[in-house]
């Protein structure tokens, strides 16, 4: 649905108020006219009778006296109101053409005229019992005219009674239906100016109800929404980006310094094992020479471990190494704590040929080999077994690090995967470096990594990474 902005919502409340209001007044100017054609017909109608019966009365008069006296000054009086009242008589026909009611007067006034006039001629011409005669009719016909008119006028007076009680019942109902249109239309009115209301204060509010928390520092609100006005939509929509752009920033701003922290502390673990670096490598040099010239071969094995492995663990930890390094670490710190523990351990390495020169941050492999030897075979009192495995899917590159030791519940497995928590303590690994530091790293290199472990009280634990293939191209971050 399209969101309409507010001028044009108030304009059509006006359009929808404007069109109500020229209804009731339509409607009323209809009734009036209504009314006032009523009454003028009947005032019209009333005139015509009386009108004709004066002008009858008038005539009969005249004639009468032309009767009774025929000379030319009765005569011209006479003949000129009866050509006037034969016009008029022509107009009134024409007016009452479609009135039944009055169809007996008409014929009555045109005998009464025809008989005026032959009665004027008679007078000129026939005999005084002729003439006589057609006056008597005359007078006749007057008097059926002013029964007729009679009878007309207490008709009219009646009728105009009846629809005067019948407009006053029908103004009483239109009144009624006015004042009912009128509530209606306030009640219309007050819904349309709450609903308007509505959809601007309600988005308004949730929009400062949200800016007041954003500036508390709340940034996980939930968002505005504008409704259906355009302008609010707009509001709602560039406050909710904003909010987004924010929480995003601060988000990132969290990684960064937990990453910032992470390399400080491997820094600072770094700097603790970097004692005199070249005088300990030189040590060890001379020792592994000696002990080589003294033929105590294996004691020359464990110090060119140490010292290799050493050598690794103190390098740059800000840029990539690869698997095939980090897995000849892990082969040398093994060599190590197969020299301390002898039988009670094994370890194995499946490693795809195609996954040696991958990138991969230092120190990935070495702390979740020591975790799992520290806290999973230490602990078993039978034969352990740690397997480091690294192949190739497609795309990615999967390592998994398998143990027989004695594994942990899901709680642990939960804080461990749990990116809220804390750094575990690392206490006892030889590079100062946990679990969490290595997922945490790997999520800043790789930010579609997956991490998963797997584990069970007394039936070990199966570490998986799943990381995309690169190759060795220099630092990656």
């Given at each position: 649905?399209?969101?309409?902005?507010?001028?044009?919502?108030?304009?059509?409340?006006?359009?929808?108020?404007?069109?109500?209001?020229?209804?009731?007044?339509?409607?009323?100017?209809?009734?009036?006219?209504?009314?006032?054609?009523?009454?003028?017909?009947?005032?019209e109608k009333t005139n015509d009778l009386n009108t004709i019966n004066q002008q009858t009365q008038?005539?009969?008069?005249?004639?009468?006296?032309?009767?009774?006296?025929?000379?030319?000054?009765?005569?011209?009086?006479?003949?000129?109101?009866?050509?006037?009242?034969?016009?008029?008589?022509?107009?009134?026909?024409?007016?009452?053409r479609d009135a039944i009611d009055v169809i007996p007067l008409r014929q009555y006034v045109s005998n009464m005229i025809r008989l005026t006039r032959q009665t004027i001629i008679h007078?000129?011409?026939?005999?005084?019992?002729?003439y006589n005669q057609t006056f008597r009719e005359v007078e006749q016909r007057v008097q059926y005219i002013e029964e007729e008119i009679f009878r007309l006028l207490d008709k009219t007076i009646t009728q105009h009674q009846t629809l005067a009680e019948l407009e006053a019942r029908r103004l009483e109902?239109?009144?009624?239906?006015?004042?009912?249109?009128?509530?209606?239309?306030?009640?219309v009115t007050l819904f349309v100016a709450l609903n308007v209301s509505r959809r601007i204060t309600v988005p308004l509010d949730a929009l400062t109800t949200s800016a007041e928390a954003l500036a508390e520092g709340d940034y996980y609100i939930n968002d505005v929404d504008g409704c259906h006005t355009k302008e609010l939509s707009v509001l709602a929509d560039s406050f909710n980006l904003m909010r987004y752009n924010i929480t995003e920033a601060m988000r990132e701003m969290k990684e960064k310094?937990?990453?910032r922290e992470l390399l400080r502390e491997m820094k600072l673990k770094s700097l603790q094992n970097q004692i005199q670096p070249h005088?300990?490598?030189?040590?060890?040099?001379?020792?592994?020479r000696t002990a080589y010239l003294e033929e105590a071969k294996e004691t020359d094995q464990l110090i060119h471990a140490l010292s290799g492995l050493l050598r690794h663990n103190i390098g740059e930890l800000d840029h990539l190494t690869t698997i095939e390094a980090e897995v000849a670490s892990v082969r040398k710190y093994f060599q190590i704590q197969a020299a301390r523990f002898g039988q009670r351990f094994s370890f194995q390495t499946f490693i795809d040929e195609n996954c040696l020169d991958s990138n991969i941050p230092p120190l990935t492999l070495?702390?979740?080999?020591?975790?799992?030897?520290?806290h999973g075979i230490e602990p078993l009192d039978e034969q352990g077994v740690i397997i480091v495995k690294v192949s190739r899917e497609k795309k990615t590159m999967v390592i998994e690090v398998i143990d027989n030791g004695i594994g942990m519940d899901q709680v642990k497995v939960k804080r461990l995967l749990d990116t809220t928590q804390p750094i575990?303590?690392?206490?006892?690994?030889?590079?100062?470096?946990?679990?969490t530091n290595v997922k945490e790293r790997l999520r800043h290199y790789y930010s579609d990594m997956r991490f998963d472990i797997q584990s069970k009280l007394n039936q070990g634990t199966h570490i998986k990474i799943i990381l995309p293939m690169t190759r060795m191209e220099g630092d990656k971050r």
């Open positions: 649905m399209k969101k309409l902005s507010v001028k044009r919502q108030l304009l059509l409340y006006f359009v929808i108020t404007l069109s109500f209001a020229l209804g009731v007044i339509y409607i009323q100017y209809r009734s009036y006219q209504y009314s006032t054609k009523l009454q003028q017909d009947q005032t008038t005539i009969l008069q005249q004639l009468e006296q032309y009767v009774e006296e025929p000379v030319e000054d009765n005569h011209e009086p006479l003949a000129t109101n009866l050509d006037a009242f034969e016009v008029y008589i022509g107009q009134f026909n024409q007016r009452a007078v000129d011409q026939a005999p005084v019992d002729i109902k239109f009144n009624t239906l006015v004042l009912t249109l009128v509530l209606l239309g306030i009640v310094a937990l990453m005088f300990l490598f030189n040590t060890l040099n001379v020792i592994s070495q702390p979740l080999v020591e975790n799992a030897f520290i575990v303590d690392t206490k006892g690994h030889s590079t100062g470096l946990g679990m």
